[in-house]
């Protein structure tokens, strides 16, 4: 039996995955290992969210397994089967695969919602939509920005993954939809640090490029997020990401990763803009020696003289 993820968008590219509201009537207990509570969840189909589920007012059995001893469970927060309380009446959001029985289903991920509309639901239908659109399209990279710019939880976190890990999108692509839904101004500041962490991942920045436009076009935009988020400690993993992109190993030839480095932070400008300076200026006198590490590297790229970028 498999472990319950706490990742709704987890499971979207298995075979056969399908996603619903599931009331729960009854929790069957069944036979268990020592320390363990395993049974079967007999439920209603209250709405179906995606896929071929039985129709709403349905009964369907799905498995679950959890510590038994409630202070383990607590203890135990990978397994989200732990953490929910499987009381009769509440009401699950499930991602689901096949069993042996067109009533039986495997959760693979799953919460507790409040109500059958709960913004979870909707999220999660448009992650499960995102899903369908052809590669590379402009309806696509719409609904993927709408997405990470949007205020739904679910939807924003499957756009994300899809860009930096799932190869949704080309390289250039995750750069310009990144560095876009940066620019929001309802953005959170949460989620601005997380977008930026996806600018300075492997999906984005590739060292091998070097100098390019879409790694300059990306360190240029973890430049600007430092003066769009108010919190010292985000401007800080900020600086830190640009810092990660900066100082990567793009030459055995030390003159040419030289050159690079300048070319990339010369494509934020001649000099560091102000809230990135200020951030600079706090690392290189801050009590870690890495944190002074970054600031002198990124200083030393800047006293370098601009090159000529590649085209």
Request: contains cysteine; proline residues 8%; charged residues 25%.
């Given at each position: 039996?498999?472990?319950?993820?706490?990742?709704?968008?987890?499971?979207?590219?298995?075979?056969?995955?399908?996603?619903?509201?599931f009331?729960?009537?009854?929790?069957?207990?069944?036979?268990?290992?020592?320390?363990w509570?395993?049974?079967?969840?007999?439920?209603?189909?209250?709405?179906?969210?995606?896929?071929?589920?039985?129709a709403?007012?349905?009964?369907v059995?799905?498995?679950?397994?959890?510590?038994?001893?409630?202070?383990?469970?607590?203890?135990?927060?990978?397994?989200?089967?732990?953490?929910?309380d499987?009381?009769?009446?509440?009401?699950?959001?499930?991602?689901?695969?096949?069993?042996?029985?067109?009533?039986?289903?495997?959760?693979?991920?799953?919460?507790?919602?409040?109500?059958?509309?709960?913004?979870?639901?909707?999220?999660?239908?448009?992650?499960?939509?995102?899903?369908?659109?052809?590669?590379?399209?402009?309806?696509?990279?719409?609904a993927?920005?709408?997405?990470?710019?949007?205020?739904?939880?679910?939807?924003?976190?499957?756009a994300?993954?899809?860009?930096?890990?799932?190869?949704?999108?080309?390289?250039?692509?995750?750069?310009?939809?990144?560095v876009?839904?940066?620019?929001?101004?309802?953005?959170?500041?949460?989620?601005?640090?997380?977008?930026?962490?996806?600018?300075?991942?492997?999906?984005?920045?590739?060292?091998?490029?070097?100098?390019?436009?879409?790694?300059?076009?990306?360190?240029?935009?973890?430049?600007a997020?430092?003066?769009?988020?108010?919190?010292?400690?985000?401007?800080?993993?900020?600086?830190?990401?640009?810092?990660?992109?900066?100082?990567?190993?793009?030459?055995?030839?030390?003159?040419?990763?030289?050159?690079?480095?300048?070319?990339?932070?010369?494509?934020?400008?001649?000099?560091?803009?102000?809230?990135?300076?200020?951030?600079?200026?706090?690392?290189?006198?801050?009590?870690?020696?890495?944190d002074?590490?970054?600031?002198?590297?990124?200083?030393?790229?800047?006293?370098?003289?601009?090159?000529?970028?590649?085209?």
């Amino acid at each position: 039996m498999h472990d319950l993820a706490y990742d709704l968008t987890l499971h979207l590219r298995e075979p056969g995955a399908c996603a619903g509201v599931f009331r729960i009537v009854e929790r069957v207990p069944g036979p268990s290992l020592p320390g363990w509570d395993e049974g079967t969840l007999r439920c209603r189909v209250e709405r179906v969210v995606n896929g071929p589920l039985p129709a709403a007012g349905r009964m369907v059995s799905v498995g679950y397994s959890r510590k038994a001893e409630p202070l383990s469970r607590a203890k135990s927060s990978v397994n989200h089967w732990n953490l929910l309380d499987l009381a009769a009446g509440d009401l699950l959001l499930l991602v689901c695969t096949p069993g042996a029985d067109p009533t039986d289903w495997n959760a693979r991920s799953g919460n507790q919602v409040a109500a059958a509309d709960d913004p979870a639901v909707a999220g999660l239908a448009e992650s499960f939509r995102l899903r369908t659109l052809e590669k590379g399209s402009e309806p696509q990279q719409l609904a993927l920005l709408a997405a990470l710019r949007g205020a739904n939880d679910v939807a924003r976190h499957f756009a994300l993954e899809a860009i930096c890990r799932q190869g949704a999108v080309s390289r250039r692509e995750a750069c310009d939809l990144l560095v876009r839904a940066l620019e929001a101004d309802a953005l959170a500041d949460p989620d601005r640090v997380r977008f930026a962490g996806g600018l300075a991942s492997a999906a984005v920045f590739d060292p091998r490029e070097k100098d390019d436009p879409v790694n300059r076009a990306a360190v240029a935009g973890l430049a600007a997020t430092v003066g769009r988020v108010a919190d010292p400690a985000d401007r800080l993993t900020c600086v830190r990401y640009l810092a990660s992109c900066v100082r990567q190993d793009f030459s055995e030839n030390p003159g040419e990763a030289t050159r690079v480095r300048a070319a990339l932070v010369h494509a934020i400008g001649p000099v560091p803009p102000p809230p990135l300076a200020d951030t600079l200026a706090k690392m290189a006198a801050s009590n870690e020696a890495s944190d002074r590490d970054r600031a002198a590297a990124l200083a030393a790229a800047w006293q370098t003289p601009p090159p000529a970028a590649n085209p």
